[in-house]
């Protein structure tokens, strides 16, 4: 694994191996959420509890889905940094971030306009919305280290041991609500005794999280070239024959 | 037909909620992509310059 991570350090090589990559995510990205899209507000059935507002969990599900893959690859990146000292994860690690902050924002929001015609509130203070509020605040956290220390390697390093004690909240926000008693309902998905939705909502569902997935890695890659190409341009700026 | 439709965006009451739980997420993402989208091309075009 090692020897991969070598081959593709180099930031030439990255780029010629993401730029198809890119191009093919992009395009394959908006099909994906359109189709996932037209299912969850036209084809999905209403819940016979909830009725219509079951439509807002096609968005807010794969959205915290995401934000929670984000984090994690932000902690992977960050490890593999720190042992390692590969800048190329640090830089996927730095990109994911402003990504991770609009996702962890759609499931707060999304999730808040759920709670309002289900449980009759926007918010409540249970352990799984404080713990993925805490998630928020780590991403905000993550990006003012980004933004305050830019290019030292002093900031670098801040980065990646937050990113680390920030993980520690992952494991929380999955099983807070078996650990806890919670207004926020346990899995219904990703659970022992399997899946217990049904399968015509679980199209639209998987839809959009595959469609969120591939965007992700989409702006990721437009990110980590913008980055590759600020670096170069600053690098050929500060050379002293110009 | 016109009152299918307006069925359909009134979602049984419960309108407010989920266009505002579609509507401010998918704008927030894809003006984040168009945002990125144009610093790419104004770095393309900075770094040919150089």
Redesign the interface.
Known sequence: MLKYFHKYANPGKFLTLALPVRKIMGIVSIGVVTVG?IFA??LSP?DYQQ???V??MY??VP?AWMSLMIYAFIFFSSVVFLVWKFPLFLILAKESV??GV?FT??AL??GS??G??TWGTYWVWDARLTSFLVLFFIYLGLKLIMDSFSYSSKGDYAFGYLALIGGFNLPIIKFSVDWWNTLHQPASILRTGGISISSEMLIPLFLMAIGFLF?FI??LL??V??NL??R??IY??NKPDN | MIDEILNFINMNGHSFYIWTAYFIPLTLIFSYILIQRSKLKRMKKYETKI
């Open positions: 899209l507000l036209f209403p009725k219509e507002t439509r807002i968005i807010h959205a402003t990504i609009i924002f759609t929001l999304t306009l759920w309002k015609p965007l989409y702006i437009v990110s070239e913008i190409k600020k170069k341009i050929y700026k």
